[in-house]
């Protein structure tokens, strides 16, 4: 009997001790749990970033920083949060955990491979925050030329090299994950049994693969032009300032879908977990995340509304941007149609699901009014650009990963946290953003640029009640990261199941034992069947009339 005790109470945390067994660990698990580490990290120094960005524009005038070093905060910023987390938060640390025990594998195809991912986006982070610690960029995060290969006198180069080396990570992972789907699906899990998080994340590989090279070929080309005074977007040497821009958002714009579609496929488990519904129209969901996928590579060019590209590309790339939204609102209205007479149990991820779909939807609708050239050119560069965005990654993505990282947070770790608590920290992040984000709409109708760190006074009481929001937003934020360290040592121990969901992550121990499950399990059914709920019966007419 003590010998099963024993094998029961094995899981892959304890299966192994040592700094060495997580090192060198190809457990699929323990690489989420290595990657959660490093990109908190990473959200932490990008959040202090922005926190300083926040302080400074207290203020109308330089009160904290000059101009070099505002240029080189608000550029760091932006490139540890795109590149360094949003882009690998939900797929590498979620994706990498999900994706394997959602389908009944034992692991990931190519178990080494998945390490390599992670060694490979270490370095390239080190190599980034060498090169902001040793002087910083101020490009921007986008790196627009000839000033980022002429004029710029900050650490371009090696911020370049780290990106370029992060992005072999992003490919790897999703070269993992698409060989992994086509491959390792348990017996009777057809494609359209999978769960939805299933799409969406291979939706997104799909991306990573395909677009992932073109954005390091294009800060490669920045890197020789900066060393070796090629003309390759240098108008003086004979090249094109434009076509950088046309190579950067080639990526860039789908990369916006690489952060939102896993931030989608959360949601759908969530919302119809806690409205113990099936997800209402789930073939259309999982289709409209390859039509994201798709119709995510054609609408790069309405960044370059104000660029001077001709007339009749600006009407084509207006008209795509406007059709990109309807996969994203065909999984809105859905997840609305969901939550349509279900038994909702607010749960602190159901919260945060809540508070995606609200956040996004707005961030969509304000994405629409950008698509439109007339307005576009208006508040193109202005603070309306940084609000719109923001509600997409930070209101969209994060608010899944959290909401996702709560959902699973007891099957990852075996312990459940302070629900009561988590409920604050929810609406707080929710209350925070709004307050940070939604006076930024107004700024930029009213022409604020952004990047700038000096400003007319009549913008003071918009940009006070932002930082304001920012530093409720903080609070939010910093909350999850106390109460989970403290639920991994005192938290209650969770079940295989504690939220009652379907999935065959939910079928195995928490947390689960190294190699997943102990016999591979067998599908039968479609995803997401919950039962419905009973109704009450009507009355006979004699209970009726007895009252």
Same mark, same amino acid.
């Given at each position: ?10 899981? &892959? ?28 990290? #990473? ?194 040497? @004979? ?10 958002? /080639? ?7 690489? #952060? ?20 209402? @129209? ?10 994201? !996928? ?30 990109? !939204? ?114 930024? /709409? ?9 990047? &700038? ?95």
């Amino acid at each position: 009997m003590s010998t099963e005790l024993t094998e029961e109470r094995t899981n &892959y945390l304890n299966a192994d001790y040592g700094v060495r067994s997580w090192l060198f660990t190809v457990d699929h698990k323990r690489i989420a749990l290595l990657y959660l580490m490093s990109i908190t990290v #990473m959200f932490v120094i990008g959040g202090l970033f922005a926190a300083v960005i926040r302080l400074e524009l207290l203020t109308p005038q330089a009160d904290i920083v000059g101009s070099d070093t505002y240029n080189k905060l608000f550029t760091m910023h932006g490139i540890i949060m795109v590149f360094f987390f949003l882009v690998p938060s939900i797929p590498a640390v979620l994706g990498n955990f999900l994706i394997p025990l959602m389908i009944g594998a034992r692991d990931l195809a190519f178990p080494k491979i998945n390490l390599l991912s992670w060694y490979i986006y270490i370095i390239g982070a080190l190599v980034t925050l060498w090169a902001m610690v040793t002087g910083g960029v101020d490009t921007g995060w986008t790196f627009y030329t000839p000033y980022s290969t002429t004029a710029s006198t900050t650490n371009v180069i090696p911020t370049a090299i780290g990106i370029f080396i992060t992005g072999f990570s992003s490919i790897l992972t999703g070269l993992n994950f698409i060989v992994t789907i086509h491959t390792m699906r348990a017996p009777g899990l057809t494609w359209f049994r999978l769960p939805l998080f299933v799409w969406a994340h291979y939706a997104t590989s799909l991306i990573m693969v395909l677009g992932t090279p073109v954005i390091a070929i294009t800060l490669a080309l920045v890197g020789v032009e900066r060393g070796f005074h090629l003309g390759i977007f240098d108008p003086k040497l @004979g090249g094109d300032p434009i076509l950088f821009q046309h190579l950067f958002w /080639f990526y860039s714009h789908p990369a916006v879908y690489i #952060m939102i579609l896993p931030a989608m496929g959360v949601i759908s488990e969530i919302i119809t977990c806690f409205a113990r519904k099936r997800i209402f @129209g789930y073939s259309f969901i999982a289709i409209s995340s390859l039509a994201i !996928a798709v119709l995510g590579f054609l609408v790069w060019g309405h960044h370059l509304f104000t660029s001077g590209q001709s007339a009749y590309a600006g009407l084509i790339f207006s008209f795509l941007s406007f059709c990109v !939204a309807i996969p994203s609102a065909i999984k809105v209205f859905n997840w609305t149609a969901t939550l349509y007479k279900g038994s909702i149990a607010w749960e602190s991820p159901m919260l945060y699901a809540l508070g995606f779909i609200g956040l996004f939807t707005l961030g969509g609708l304000t994405g629409i009014m950008l698509a439109a050239i007339g307005l576009d050119i208006h508040v193109h560069d202005t603070y309306f650009i940084v609000a719109h965005f923001h509600y997409i990654m930070v209101g969209g993505t994060i608010m899944a990963y959290l909401g996702g990282i709560h959902f699973w947070w007891p099957k990852m770790t075996g312990r459940m946290y302070p629900e009561w608590i988590a409920k604050v920290s929810g609406v707080l992040v929710f209350l925070g953003f709004n307050l940070t984000f939604f006076p930024q /709409f107004i700024l930029g109708y009213l022409g604020m640029p952004r990047r &700038y760190h000096v400003y007319p006074e009549e913008f003071q009481v918009l940009n006070v009640l932002s930082s304001a929001g920012a530093s409720i937003l903080g609070v939010g934020y910093l909350l999850p990261l106390l109460y989970f360290f403290w639920s991994m040592r005192y938290g209650e121990v969770a079940s295989a199941n504690p939220w009652g969901a379907t999935g065959l992550e939910w079928q195995t121990s928490s947390p689960p034992p190294t190699q997943n499950f102990a016999r591979t399990p067998v599908v039968t059914r479609d995803p997401y069947d919950y039962q419905p709920i009973e109704p009450f019966p009507e009355p006979t007419p004699r209970e009726a009339a007895s009252g």
